[in-house]
Structure formats: C-alpha cells, structure tokens
C-alpha cells in the first residue's frame, strides 16, 4: 500500500468523545486496521475500518463514523479498484453534505478521492475540477492538514496527464515549499509529505524529458524510503521509486543502471509481495523493454514472454491484461525479422485492447506504432501508416482527424516522447510511398519539421545539459530521413528552396549545446547583467563542475547532495536572468542557424565550405562556394564506413606505401572527387564533418604514385599539398566566428603563453608520446625555440617550464593572451568525456588525484579570449561521439571556453615530430601572421614534413578548427 494511507489516518482528536465509548476497543481495531493496510491485506483493512465505523456509528459520532469510511475507501488503492473508489465516495460525500454540511475536512477528502479514481479511470479536467473543490474547501490558511497535502500533489499529476507540464512542476515544488514553512521538521507528517512530493516529482521529470532532476529527485526519495520501518507498504513504495528511476535510466541510455534497478524492484516484489501478478508482470516487462531498447532481442523476448507466463497463473491467453506482453513480444519479432509471427502477437493484443477501449485510446498509442512499424517493414507503407496515424490519435485527447496528411497541435497530447515517435514515423512513412509524388514527399517534409519544431520545445523545457543532449539524439533521427525527402523534392522541382531546407537539417544536427553555450556567454556578456551576479553565477557553475567530476570518480551520497543544492541555485538564478533581463533572454535564445546564403556572404572567392551528413543509407555532402550551392548524394554508407576504417587504421599502423595509398585514394574518390567540379580556383577547404571528426582528410592522395613498392612519401600529392583546410563543429558556428572576424576584441597583454610542464626534472622515465606519463623533453625545446621565434618579431611572449607549469598559473594568465601553447600530456576520455584531462606540473601519473590536472569540465567554465589555443599534446581531439553534437574533446571544450580557434591532435603523437611540425607551423606563420593566417601556416609545416618522408601518422594529425 502507498504510504499515503498512512496519511489519511487521521489521530482520534476527539477525545472527550473516545471517553464515551469502549477506548480501547477502538484503539485495538486501528491497530488490526493499520496492521493490515500496512501489509497490503486491503480486504482485512476494510472489514477493521467497517467495524471502527459501525463503533462510531452506535455512538453517533458523525465525523469519526464517515472518517473511519473514508480509510476503508482509501484501500481501494492497492487492488485498482477504481470504480467502486469512486461509486462508494459519491454516495458518501451525498451523506456527509446531507448530515454534516459544515465539515469542510470531510468533503474535501471525498474529493480528493473522486478525483484520484477520474485520474485512473479516465484523465481529464474533471479531474482536476476535483482536486480543486477540496483545495477550496480546505481553504488558504496554514493549518497543517494532511489532506490538502493529498489534493495538492493529485492535482499536480492532474495537470501532468493534462500535458500541463510546467504548471505541474511548479505545483509539486509549491507543496514542498509549504511543508518547509509551515510543518515542524520533527513531525512525522513533514517527513511523509516530503516523501510525497518527491516521489511525484520523479514522475513528473521523467514525463517532462527532465531525466537528470527525476534522478536527483529519486535519490532523495529512496533516501526517506531506507529510515522508515520495513512493512509491505513501505517496500511497495520503494518500488514505485525504484521504477520511475529504472526508466530515467533507459531514457538516459544507461542501462547497466535501469536493469539494476528493475532487477531490484522484482527481487523486493519476490520477497515481500508475491501474490500480486500484475505488478510483478510489469516489472518484468520492463526489464524485457529495456533489453529491447538495446536490441538484445533474445534477453528481450525471454522477460517479456516471462512476464506473461506470471500473468497467465491468473487469467486466461485472451485477457486484456496480457495485450501489452502480447505487442512487445511483436515489436521484438519485428526486430527480428520475424514479421507474420509479429503480426500474430500484434493482433492478440489489438483484439483483446479494442474490445474494451475502443479503437482510439492511450492504450492502443504503442501497439499501432509498431504495427505501423511493422508493415513499413515488409513494405506495405500505406497500410504502416494508417496505423501510425490512429495512434497519433490516441495519445491526444480530442486529435481526431482522419485525414492522414493532419498533424495535431502540439498541446493535445498524453506522452511527449511518442508525439515526437508517431510525428517523424508518419514523415518517414510518407517518404516511402512518396517517390515521385509531389504531395507525399511535401507531407513528408511537413511531419518533419513539425517534429523538428517539437524537438525545439521539449528542448526549452528540458533543464540539464545531458537530458538537452538525448534531445539532439531526437533531431538525429530526424535529420537521417529528412535530407532524403529534401533531395527527392529538388530533383523532382529544381526549386532551391529544398536545397536551404536539406541544409537546415545538416545543421540541426550539428553542435547545437555548442551553438547555445556560444549565445549564452554573448547573452551574459551584453545582457545587462551586473557584475556581482555574473560573478555569482560563474562561482555556481563552477562549483557544479567540481562535483560532477568528483562524482564521476566516487559515487557519494553527500557529493549528489551538495550537487543537487547547487543545480537549484543555478537553474533559480538562470530563470531570474531571464526573467529580469529581456536583453539577455533575447540574445541567449538567438539560436537562428545560418543558410547557404549567409555563408556564401561570408566566403571569399578562395574557399569552399564542404559539410557532411550520414544519413540512413548514403551519405550527403553540401558544396557551398561563393558562387554556387550543391547537395551531392555519396550512396552506400556502409562502403564508406568501411573505407574510413582501412583509411585510419592504414595511417595509424604506419602502413608502407602499397597498403596506405589505395586506401588513401578510394577515399578520396569518395568524399572529394564528386566535389571536384565545384572547387575550381578554390585553394580553402572549411570542413564541417562530425561523424568522421576523427579522419584527417590532409592526408588523403588525389592520385595513385607510379610506384607503390618504394616507401617514397616525398612524391606523394597529399590534397595537403593542394588546399588549405581547416575544421570547424557546424557551418552556423564557423558562420558566426568570420562575422566576428573584424569586431573589436579585448585587450590581451601577452602575444604568446606557453607551458611545457613535463620539459625537464629527475625522472628517468621519458616519454616518446605526449600521453599520460614521463617526461617530454622535446617539448621543451619546442617552447623554448617559438618563444625565441616571437622576441624576434618583437612580441611579448612568456613561457613557464617544468615545475613552474602549473594549472593555477595557466587559469591565471591565459586570459590575457593573444596565443595560448600548451605542450603536455593529455588524456581523452571516450565514456566519461568531462574527466579528459590535460597534465600540469603536480598532475601525475594514473591515479585518482586529478588536483594537478586540468578537466575538460573546469575547462568549460573558463573564460578564455585566446584567438588561438594550441594543444601539443596526445589526443586532444579524441572524445565522446554524441549523435547531433559531435565529439566531447578537449579541444571542444576550449572552444567552449572562448578560443576562437584551436589546433589539436587526433592521436597519440610522437613527441619529436611534434617538435618539428609546431616550431615550423609558427615559423610560417609569424613570417607573415597578418595576411596568411593559421590555415596557411599549418599547411606549409605539414608539407615540409611530408617533403622529408615523414608518414603521415606523424603530421596530418595536427589539425586546426575554426575560422
């Protein structure tokens, strides 16, 4: 039972009545009743609070009688029995009125019960009409009174199932505010109601998107959960916790986690609760979903058809109640290829579902996704989405267009996750049977971008950066099947028009955290802000960053705590920001991506911007020179994948001649040469390519050499040799950076700032790769050799070598330089990207102490004016791959930080050639720094080591991003 029957149990106040009757009968029959409620046994609950009621009642006590009835409605929780909750409190509020209409207490629980029941039964504004008649009864004063508790939080979830998500929200934390101010924190009721509040919270977050907040809120609630006694209704409570947590786990994709915790729920129901099949079916379904999230189909088939089996113990193959194992055993056949077998289970559950809720309703939303799913599958595309549309009709509540090419508004719905589902499933669909028909190819066009600008708002409602970026995962999704529609458009109609829409989806899917950090920091710079606010939030943000990356090294209840209290903090003053300073929301939510026009305005007649895009099955790549624009279709993607893979492994194994120049080649072939046309008098090549961030196109060969038995890499025509490249996270970004190109920066004091922190010292260990560990000597010569190329130009510069290279002293001083150089050891990290790390003096070895060492996630929250930042070290570029986003990398990260540009490593790099490429790369830059700019000087180094029979390995992967 819910603990919340323990909160309707009213104390007998009334004592100068209790001392008319027999007191200890009554105490006696409470103690059985609450026995018995607390062990979930609601059949011998009801009958002691019958008999509690029936001793009231002989005495005629009134309110104790109705009280006692009221406690006996409230175990219809348990069992679901939600039509004889509602049936018996409607005849009993007509009682109470009739016999005690001044008992507002009374009348409010019944209430609270209607409405609870109308919420199971069938959401909607009833409902909420409900909990709102007992708020009022109960009225606005501060009386402690348990039951505008329960109204408060069922109202909440009231306005969530009424797609009311924010108000839902800010309701719940109402109520948790009210408990703090008005409830003594040594009461037993403060500790019950916070429970509450904090349970609902979990569901709410979740609904809303907001993962990261339903865990927090999860972690709280399981904290309350582990001091109370342990009884059935307790345990009970925390599975209800534990489950809601499960699924913030899955849609996070950690799903190591979500199996745990549904693993959990299952072995408590084992232990304490057994007899009740349904719940133990559901909790194993969700476990087979979760392993069906992940495509582990057979871990999938083998729970979902296990939770069946518990429920087959008590009713028979045909109940409604098996429908929902019935269709995920379906979807998991589909996704095995198994579609008549699909088919039979879908119809199972479609039978047993519409018999008893019709053919449009929120039960049915899932199982014709995927019987549309399904019939996509074995192309029978129209029939596929018929059904999609009917379940885009049953998670609204008054959608009921037939006409498939309708789209519903976007405040009429029960699930915001399947509205964006069924919306891009429909524009997929409508894709498919289009071709060559203009009409269904447009409708495609249109369910996308109405799942697009879905997106955007789940987006905006979403607090935490890492649940922001599940949401770029979503616009992913889009932007593989919607390139294709655009292209078919353009083929079809030759209007340009397509050609900017099939853009703006390359774009959609790149960087966009990054893109609203950018207008973040330009919104808090010309916002109005004052400083001491400023300066609050840079100390807040800085603090979260401390305790997220001590998280991520030690899982700690009291760290979670303190994050948890400095998240409120942050997000409380970002709203007041945005609240109090319009200058500042309206530049932080100056999002607009750039066009192929705007940035054929910004290219000069020597570059070409060439972005990539892998879709579903081709890849896509857009030429945009200042005279013309062209999407160019590279069909097969897995080819491609695989030619980039025989490509990076040839490079770097250090493959001779024979095996590195085919395989250089081909993929020349692939990714430039249909490009060729365009390129003429191009001697720039921007690249926007985050799927293959990884793949340094500086080395691909624009023809075979003659001779491929000698190793002679001096003879090799490296497109390297032929353009200037440079690299850039998404064209709006790169867009943004040249516009900013001649505006008016801060003043810096400092033309170059170097640190070589592992240069010189006593260990006898010395290290041939700037990686994790040993000294780097060459690295000194390095730093020592540019800061004498800069005194001779007669420009301020200023190394720190050894000891003296510390991560204190690099925050303290690279604000102020022009050119930032760091010559070190880094370290990426591909799971946990915010712990990647470059080593200072005091940074060690491998060990737990990062204290020396500065992490990509201290380095988001520097403020850095650099217009160059040089990462001399191993692996700078190598990071998370997030779909829509990119890689998290070090380099990422000072971009993030305010670098306009960046020169970085793709891998481990050998510590000698890196001496040489970088002294040779500001040797030619400084020769003529003004007119030439980093493109050119990074070009001419590469190629004066290629000209020395260097293998690529050890110059194409120092590579630049940015303008």
Not at 49 to 68: E, M, P, R, S
Not at 542 to 553: C, F, G, P
Not at 870 to 895: D, I, M, N, Q, Y
């Amino acid at each position: 039972m819910k603990f919340i029957k323990s909160l309707l149990f009213f104390l007998l106040p009334f004592l100068s009545y209790a001392q008319q009757i027999d007191t200890f009968q009554v105490v006696t029959l409470k103690k059985r009743a609450q026995f018995f409620a607390d062990d979930l046994q609601y059949d011998s609950a009801r009958v002691y609070y019958q008999k509690i009621a029936d001793t009231y009642l002989k005495n005629d006590f009134k309110v104790l009688y109705y009280d006692a009835l009221l406690n006996k409605i409230d175990q219809y929780f348990i069992p679901e029995d939600y039509n004889r909750m509602r049936d018996s409190t409607s005849k009993l509020l007509k009682e109470i009125e009739q016999k005690l209409p001044e008992n507002r207490p009374l009348q409010a629980r019944c209430y609270y019960y209607l409405g609870s029941a109308d919420l199971e039964l069938k959401p909607n504004k009833r409902s909420l009409d409900y909990f709102n008649k007992g708020l009022k009864l109960i009225g606005q004063t501060k009386k402690v009174n348990r039951t505008r508790l329960l109204l408060l939080v069922k109202k909440g979830m009231a306005l969530y199932d009424m797609s009311s998500f924010k108000l839902s929200v800010k309701l719940l934390h109402e109520g948790l505010n009210w408990i703090e101010q008005n409830i003594s924190s040594t009461t037993q009721l403060y500790k019950e109601g916070r429970l509450l509040f904090y349970k609902y919270l979990v569901v709410a977050y979740t609904g809303t998107r907001n993962f990261e907040k339903g865990l927090e809120n999860s972690f709280q609630a399981l904290k309350m959960i582990d001091v109370l006694p342990i009884n059935r209704a307790n345990i009970r409570l925390k599975q209800d916790v534990l489950f809601n947590q499960a699924l913030c786990y899955k849609n996070k994709r950690m799903f190591a986690n979500a199996i745990q915790a549904y693993k959990s729920c299952i072995n408590l129901q084992k232990k304490f609760n057994s007899h009740s099949f349904e719940q133990a079916s559901n909790q194993i379904l969700q476990l087979g979903r979760t392993y069906l999230k992940q495509l582990q189909l057979d871990s999938a088939a083998f729970y979902i058809q296990k939770s069946n089996t518990y429920l087959l113990q008590k009713y028979p193959p045909t109940h409604v109640n098996l429908a929902d194992g019935y269709y995920n055993l379906g979807y998991t056949y589909t996704w095995q290829k198994k579609y008549a077998l699909a088919n039979e289970n879908y119809h199972k559950a479609l039978k047993s579902l519409r018999s008893k809720y019709g053919e449009i309703h929120p039960n049915l939303v899932l199982l014709y996704l995927y019987m549309g799913t399904n019939y996509q599958k074995i192309e029978q595309h129209k029939k596929g989405l018929e059904f999609v549309h009917n379940a885009l009709m049953s998670n609204t509540r008054a959608f009921r267009e037939a006409n498939l090419y309708s789209i519903p508004p976007f405040d009429d719905y029960y699930n915001p996750g399947l509205f964006f589902s069924l919306l891009r499933s429909k524009a997929i669909a409508f894709a498919q049977i289009g071709k060559n028909n203009i009409q269904n190819l447009q409708a495609s066009l249109q369910h996308f971008r109405a799942a697009d600008d879905f997106a955007k708002e789940i987006r905006r409602r979403v607090f935490r950066k890492s649940d922001q970026l599940l949401v770029g995962e979503y616009i992913h999704e889009i932007t593989k099947y919607a390139i294709f529609t655009c292209e078919q458009l353009y083929s079809i109609t030759q209007d340009k028009k397509y050609l900017d829409k099939a853009f703006y989806f390359f774009e959609r899917d790149k960087a966009s955290m990054l893109l609203k950090s950018q207008s973040e920091a330009n919104a808090k710079r010309f916002g109005g802000i004052p400083s001491n606010l400023l300066a609050q939030e840079k100390e807040l943000r800085t603090q979260i960053a401390t305790y997220q990356s001590k998280l991520l090294l030690n899982k700690n209840d009291d760290l979670r705590d303190s994050l948890v209290l400095v998240n409120a903090a942050y997000e409380a003053l970002a709203k007041r920001f945005e609240q109090n300073y319009s200058k500042y929301a309206q530049l932080k939510f100056d999002l607009k991506l750039t066009t192929p026009t705007d940035i054929q305005t910004s290219l000069d007649t020597q570059t070409a911007l060439l972005e990539y895009i892998f879709c579903r099955n081709s890849v896509y790549l857009m030429v945009i020179t200042q005279k013309s624009y062209q999407l160019i279709r590279i069909p097969e993607v897995k080819k491609v994948r695989v030619q980039l893979e025989a490509y990076y492994e040839a490079i770097q194994s250090e493959s001779r001649l024979r095996k590195f120049a085919p395989a250089s080649y081909q993929l020349y072939q692939t990714l430039i040469q249909p490009a060729k046309k365009y390129l003429t008098g191009i001697k720039k090549l921007v690249v926007i390519a985050p799927d293959i961030e990884s793949i340094p196109f500086e080395a691909l060969i624009t023809q075979l050499p003659t001779n491929l038995n000698q190793d002679d890499f001096t003879s090799v025509h490296y497109l390297n040799k032929q353009y200037q490249i440079s690299y850039h996270y998404s064209a709006t970004l790169w867009q943004k950076e040249v516009a900013q190109r001649t505006k008016k920066r801060s003043n810096t004091t400092t033309d170059f700032l170097a640190f070589a922190p592992f240069s010189t010292g006593e260990s006898k260990i010395y290290a041939s790769t700037r990686g994790s560990g040993g000294n780097l000597p060459e690295s000194g010569v390095e730093v020592k050799s540019i800061y004498n190329l800069f005194k001779s130009k007669q420009l301020n510069a200023e190394i720190s070598l050894s000891k003296t290279a510390t991560k204190e002293l690099f925050i303290q001083k690279m604000a102020k330089a022009r050119i930032v150089h760091i010559a070190s050891h880094s370290e990426a990290n591909t799971q946990k990207p915010g712990l990647a790390k470059v080593r200072f003096s005091g940074c060690g070895g491998r060990t737990q102490d990062v204290s020396g060492c500065l992490l990509a996630s201290e380095i988001y929250n520097l403020e850095m004016n650099a217009n160059l930042l040089v990462l001399s070290s191993c692996s700078s570029g190598v990071g998370k791959l997030t779909r829509g986003e990119g890689v998290f990398s070090l380099a990422r990260s000072f971009l993030y930080a305010g670098a306009h540009n960046v020169v970085f490593s793709l891998w481990d790099v050998d510590d000698e050639y890196t001496k040489k490429l970088m002294i040779a790369f500001y040797k030619y830059f400084l020769s003529n720094p003004n007119s030439k700019g980093y493109q050119k000087a990074l070009q001419l180094a590469r190629n004066q080591l290629a000209e020395q029979n260097i293998h690529p390995k050890h110059w194409a992967g120092i590579v630049l991003i940015g303008k």
